[in-house]
């Protein structure tokens, strides 16, 4: 299947430092990318959506001036944790379709562990 | 609400022996439904996807199984193996129509094979 790729896989940062996680596709084009974060033993939940060339939609609860979504091109897309405090520190998994239509398979990035210390 | 449910929340079996786990959805409109295996520390990966008119479909040790009617699905894993041992997550895919994702994503069931 497709590879979605992401990284770093964990990061370590300091309280009010800001972190950027990027997520490329790398054999195809992603016109729709997808964030999620997932607490331990919890579900994936959706935070933005990300669409080439256009602003991000997010979700209700996610302050789109904390996580700033940038989707250049259609293959990468990166979201980065501005002024991070330890209740960011969470798993934050990128994933990408292949097209618009919705049910055509979203591959998924291996995630990033981040812990804000 | 649109809710995935999966049972059990955990489970131990031994090497060898085969497991089902279940998944109930109330997710409306319906365009398909996705299991996949999350390693720990690990993005998901898909093991199978069913639309609506798809009762059955099979990935090696993996079979799951989708009614529609009951708004129930079933992961059976045959012949487990060590590297069975992950949380298996049922996705809900609803045809949302516009920009916004429309994946409703279970908590999982987190499986454990013993030696």
């Known amino acids: 299947g497709a590879v979605v790729s992401q990284h770093p896989s964990w990061v370590i940062c300091k309280s009010g430092t800001s972190v950027k996680i990027e997520c490329r596709s790398l054999?195809?084009?992603?016109?729709?990318m997808f964030w999620y974060r997932q607490f331990p033993k919890q579900s994936l939940m959706l935070m933005a959506t990300?669409?080439?060339?256009?602003?991000?939609?997010?979700e209700q609860g996610v302050e789109k001036d904390k996580f700033l979504i940038n989707h250049a091109s259609l293959t990468l897309s990166t979201l980065t944790v501005t002024s991070a405090h330890p209740e960011d520190s969470s798993f934050y998994i990128c994933?990408?379709?292949?097209?618009?239509?919705?049910?055509?398979?979203?591959?998924f990035g291996q995630g990033t562990r981040l812990t804000v210390v | 609400k649109n809710q995935v449910e999966q049972s059990p929340q955990s489970l131990i079996i031994l090497e060898g022996k085969n497991c089902t786990l279940q998944?109930?959805?109330?997710?409306?409109?319906?365009?398909?439904l996705r299991w996949y295996k999350q390693d720990t520390g690990r993005g998901p990966v898909s093991l199978t996807i069913?639309?609506?008119?798809?009762n059955t479909k099979s990935n090696g040790r993996y079979t799951a199984t989708l009614d529609a009617d009951t708004k129930q699905s079933s992961l059976h894993i045959t012949a487990s193996q060590l590297s069975d041992s992950a949380s298996y997550i049922c996705v809900v895919d609803r045809y949302s129509g516009g920009g916004a994702d429309g994946l409703t994503f279970g908590k999982g069931t987190h499986l454990i094979i013993q030696p």
């Open positions: 990300s669409n080439e060339g256009s602003k991000a939609t997010y």
């Open positions: 069913m639309t609506f008119s798809e």
């Open positions: 054999d195809f084009q992603a016109t729709t």
């Open positions: 998944c109930n959805y109330t997710v409306s409109p319906f365009s398909n």
């Open positions: 994933s990408a379709r292949t097209t618009a239509m919705w049910n055509t398979e979203a591959f």
